[in-house]
């Protein structure tokens, strides 16, 4: 959880801190500040606050984004060449190269000699991306890199979406331009006609696949020693995400086979889903999710909606714009109704009903209608 709070005695829902926050991590519910889970504690919403309702430690306080260059290597993943631009960057900004791994390695030497500084062993218990992200946060390193394979893309994808941190995917170049402090990422697209440059917020951590083929050479220091340590993170096995791994663990209903589904976007956020899930749980409705929140890491890629067909007797898009795969896919649906905020989005021009809400309020107000008396 974060260490940035608010004191609800002092709190008189101004909104004040709202505009202060970069990372659109600040919401005011029932006329009180909250602050979301994707906050990076960067502190400017504190000096803000005009009532001193927002508290925050004065080392947070004191502190910056100026910890080194992160390198995750999932066990048995073969990312040692990601340590070679990770070294690169740490050199330009005068930082160092962490290696984080789940497990102390048998044989350090050769992630040494590939260019970290140290070894970081990540612990705790529960999700891997949201002990990474909690490391993150706490240790507030510069950059977080892998080497893009099918697990690491996932888990990257869930900490940036956890932190609300820039995201590159397969990136074939990363980069401190001369007199920046910025880390910059780029990606080919439409088949490498174009390359898109992402340039990040300077206070936030860019986190980053990279294209194996670009970075396929490993330095060799065979001199060069480290240290290993351990990172301590909270244990994320809350009641939310209990009550996730109770629900997924059951027989799921096939998207194909529900007569009710639900489907969420990346509008809704990693709580949106959580409450989704719940709200599925009471009608005992399918969950469903658009490709956008498959890649972000907030559905499994079973729930994907786009690519199949899905025709429920009710469709409920929470959030979801509605790309041409998408909207075919549900095509046949008896009933569209598309819940959004965005008067443009593609999936208005296919829905039976409209709600203009947003989507998270949208679910839980629909889970406050069934709840039962007495029931919190």
Same mark, same amino acid.
């Given at each position: 959880?974060?260490?940035?709070?608010?004191?609800?005695?002092?709190?008189?829902?101004?909104?004040?801190?709202?505009?202060?926050?970069?990372?659109?991590?600040?919401?005011?519910?029932?006329?009180?500040?909250?602050?979301?889970?994707?906050?990076?504690?960067?502190?400017?919403?504190?000096?803000?606050?005009?009532?001193?309702?927002?508290?925050?430690?004065?080392?947070?306080?004191?502190?910056?984004?100026?910890? !080194?260059?992160?390198?995750?290597?999932?066990?048995?993943?073969?990312?040692?060449?990601?340590?070679?631009?990770?070294?690169?960057?740490?050199?330009?900004?005068?930082?160092?190269?962490?290696?984080?791994?789940?497990?102390?390695?048998?044989?350090?030497?050769?992630?040494? %000699?590939?260019?970290?500084?140290?070894?970081?062993?990540?612990?705790?218990?529960?999700?891997?991306?949201?002990?990474?992200?909690?490391?993150?946060?706490?240790?507030?390193?510069?950059?977080?890199?892998?080497?893009?394979?099918?697990?690491?893309?996932?888990?990257?994808?869930?900490?940036?979406?956890?932190?609300?941190?820039?995201?590159?995917?397969?990136?074939?170049?990363?980069?401190?331009?001369?007199?920046?402090?910025?880390?910059?990422?780029?990606?080919?697209?439409?088949? !490498?006609?174009?390359?898109?440059?992402?340039?990040?917020? $300077?206070?936030?951590?860019?986190?980053?696949?990279?294209? $194996?083929?670009?970075?396929?050479?490993?330095?060799?220091?065979?001199?060069?020693?480290?240290?290993?340590?351990?990172?301590?993170?909270?244990?994320?096995?809350?009641?939310?995400?209990?009550?996730?791994?109770?629900?997924?663990?059951?027989?799921?209903?096939?998207?194909?086979?529900?007569?009710?589904?639900?489907?969420?976007?990346?509008?809704?956020?990693?709580?949106?889903?959580?409450?989704?899930?719940?709200?599925?749980?009471?009608?005992?409705?399918?969950?469903?999710?658009?490709?956008?929140?498959?890649?972000?890491?907030?559905?499994?890629?079973?729930?994907?909606?786009?690519?199949?067909?899905?025709?429920?007797?009710?469709?409920?898009?929470?959030?979801?714009?509605?790309?041409?795969?998408?909207?075919?896919?549900?095509?046949?649906?008896?009933?569209?109704?598309?819940?959004?905020?965005?008067?443009?989005?593609?999936?208005?021009? %296919?829905?039976?009903?409209?709600?203009?809400?947003?989507?998270?309020?949208?679910?839980?107000?629909?889970?406050?209608?069934?709840?039962?008396?007495?029931?919190?």
């Amino acid at each position: 959880m974060t260490r940035v709070r608010v004191n609800v005695s002092k709190c008189d829902g101004c909104a004040e801190c709202l505009g202060a926050c970069p990372f659109l991590a600040i919401e005011i519910r029932e006329g009180l500040a909250v602050i979301a889970e994707s906050c990076l504690e960067c502190g400017l919403c504190v000096p803000a606050c005009p009532h001193a309702a927002i508290e925050a430690p004065e080392a947070l306080l004191a502190g910056s984004r100026s910890g !080194g260059v992160w390198v995750f290597l999932p066990e048995g993943d073969d990312g040692l060449g990601a340590l070679t631009p990770a070294r690169d960057i740490a050199d330009e900004l005068g930082r160092t190269v962490s290696a984080v791994m789940t497990r102390e390695p048998d044989d350090p030497a050769p992630i040494f %000699s590939a260019g970290a500084d140290e070894i970081a062993v990540l612990g705790g218990s529960g999700a891997l991306a949201r002990r990474l992200a909690a490391a993150v946060r706490s240790e507030r390193p510069a950059a977080v890199l892998a080497m893009a394979s099918p697990v690491t893309d996932r888990v990257m994808a869930r900490v940036a979406t956890i932190l609300g941190a820039p995201y590159v995917q397969g990136a074939d170049d990363v980069e401190v331009p001369f007199g920046e402090t910025v880390i910059y990422g780029t990606r080919p697209l439409f088949g !490498g006609r174009f390359r898109c440059t992402l340039v990040p917020d $300077p206070s936030r951590p860019l986190v980053a696949t990279l294209n $194996p083929v670009a970075f396929s050479r490993v330095r060799a220091d065979g001199g060069k020693r480290g240290k290993i340590r351990n990172i301590e993170v909270d244990d994320f096995t809350d009641e939310g995400l209990k009550y996730i791994e109770r629900v997924r663990s059951a027989v799921p209903l096939r998207l194909e086979d529900a007569r009710v589904v639900l489907a969420g976007g990346p509008a809704l956020g990693e709580e949106g889903f959580l409450r989704l899930r719940q709200l599925a749980d009471r009608l005992g409705a399918a969950v469903g999710a658009s490709k956008e929140a498959v890649e972000a890491g907030l559905a499994d890629e079973a729930e994907m909606v786009d690519g199949r067909e899905v025709s429920p007797d009710v469709y409920m898009a929470f959030g979801i714009d509605g790309s041409p795969a998408h909207n075919a896919a549900v095509a046949g649906s008896k009933v569209v109704v598309a819940v959004t905020e965005n008067e443009r989005a593609n999936i208005l021009g %296919s829905a039976d009903y409209i709600i203009l809400l947003p989507p998270l309020r949208a679910v839980e107000g629909l889970l406050e209608a069934l709840r039962a008396p007495g029931e919190t």
